[in-house]
């Protein structure tokens, strides 16, 4: 370290959990987390420097130290590597008829479903729709989430999902955590499209895909595998297309029939996400290949569905990650440490593996390689929580938020 350079370091903290030096895929034990007492956090725009002893890291010259506020537990900013944030109107009445016994699909059929959605999020204009995005943004980064992932698909015409797409990179200029756009024209068939399935994924192939790439509006493709949304055979021609023009490729995966994780596989997905039904064999094929499996136990908490088998996918070898899938219907919720600590209940996660699901392997769902793990050379993203263990954030169910949350460095949440 050179001593003209000006660093700036905070600590110290009575835990820091750098998530580092762990593998991508299978089981962890939660003795195999680095968990650093009394450490410090030195930085330099933006970048994390070291991470160690907060005693020796004082000694830095040029160190600008900042006394940590609460000496608590600090660990990377989480990743919500699923989210439909970007959408209008609610479906508190959706929510009721299925409380009341009608089924999701039987919604959908009959009125409801997404495509009350993408009449309510049509209705709005770029602007409002990006400051309803930007709110629900931030109510994330209140949780400690500093990298978004956030899906079109409420739009379902080349001009809306145009609009959305826009309106989260609008977003993405006003909310401090990170926003990661994904293309979901592939949500669902639109019912004022006059053609069949494959006729509708043809024209966004064609008219969509190309504008999303040269506007620069995403960089991700993803689909609704599923009976009343698409076919495996309708999407492989439709991410063949897309992965031509240089997308990546993510699925919606066995949420209630099988097939998507097969697809995911075939694609070379970097994801595959739901998996509720995901058979032993859809397990095995995703456990032989790069895919991350993800978990939505808000999904699961929304429908009174099944949760994704997390703990046969991560003993078959598959790497896990966990996200809110915060949208109106199925997944209202958008708690995200709340949905992964039952998760955890029901699966019998380790601490260590929901940790991983909610950061480095996160991050590698959205090919981002420089956060989600404390170390040199990452992103400054960090959380503290007023804790004396990281074990009280899982076992208080989401009870327990972040006091302050560090974004490139910056803090961006300073709890009361
Ligand atoms: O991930 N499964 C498909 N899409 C969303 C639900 C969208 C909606 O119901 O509006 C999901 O659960
Ligand atoms: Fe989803």
Redesign the pocket.
């Known amino acids: 370290m050179k001593n003209n350079i000006s660093y700036q370091l905070t600590g110290p903290f009575r835990e820091i959990v750098t998530l580092a030096g762990l593998p991508l895929k299978g089981a962890l034990k939660d003795e195999a987390l680095q968990v650093i007492p009394s450490g410090g956090i030195l930085w330099r725009e933006g970048m994390i420097e070291a991470v160690g002893a907060f005693e020796a890291l004082a000694k830095t010259p040029g160190a600008v130290i900042t006394e940590s506020r609460t000496g608590g537990v600090v660990l990377p900013g989480f990743i919500d590597m699923?989210t439909?944030i970007a959408?209008g109107g609610t479906?508190a009445d959706d929510f009721a008829l299925r409380n009341g016994g009608s089924s999701?699909l039987e919604i959908a059929e009959n009125g409801g479903?997404?495509w009350s959605?993408v009449k309510a999020t049509r209705d709005l204009d770029q602007q409002e729709l990006a400051q309803l995005t930007a709110q629900r943004a931030d109510a994330l980064l209140r949780q400690g989430i500093t990298t978004i992932e956030v899906k079109s698909?409420?739009g379902l015409s080349v001009e809306e999902e145009l609009k959305s797409l826009r309106a989260v990179q609008d977003a993405g200029r006003i909310a401090k955590a990170d926003l990661i756009a994904t293309c979901l024209a592939a949500?669902t068939l639109p019912k004022d499209f006059n053609g069949p399935p494959g006729a509708y994924l043809e024209l966004m192939a064609r008219e969509l895909l190309p504008l999303v790439k040269s506007g620069q509006l995403a960089h991700r493709v993803d689909a609704?595998v599923?009976k009343g949304?698409f076919s495996a055979a309708q999407i492989l021609p439709y991410f063949r297309e897309a992965k031509a023009l240089g997308f990546a490729i993510t699925v919606?995966a066995d949420?209630f029939s099988t097939s998507g994780s097969e697809v995911a596989v075939k694609t070379g997905a970097l994801s595959a996400?739901?998996l509720e039904s995901a058979t032993e064999k859809a397990i095995a094929l995703l456990a032989g290949s790069s895919v991350i499996a993800t978990a939505?136990p808000g999904?699961s908490i929304g429908l009174g569905c099944a949760f994704a088998p997390a703990r046969k996918l991560l003993d078959a070898g598959c790497s896990l990650a966990i996200a809110t899938?915060w949208?109106?219907?199925?997944?209202p919720m958008g708690a995200l440490m709340t949905q992964a600590s039952i998760l955890a209940c029901f699966e019998k996660l380790t601490n260590a593996e929901v940790l991983a699901a909610l950061t480095f392997r996160a991050a590698a769902a959205l090919a981002l390689r420089d956060r989600g793990v404390l170390t040199s050379g990452y992103n400054a993203d960090f959380i503290c929580y007023d804790a004396d263990s990281y074990k009280e954030i899982i076992y208080q169910q989401g009870r327990l938020q972040p006091v302050q949350v560090w974004k490139n460095g910056v803090c961006v949440m300073n709890r009361e």
């Open positions: 699923h439909h959408f479906r999701y479903g997404i959605t698909g409420y949500h609704f599923e949304a919606h949420q996400d739901h939505l999904a899938d949208n109106p219907g199925s997944a």
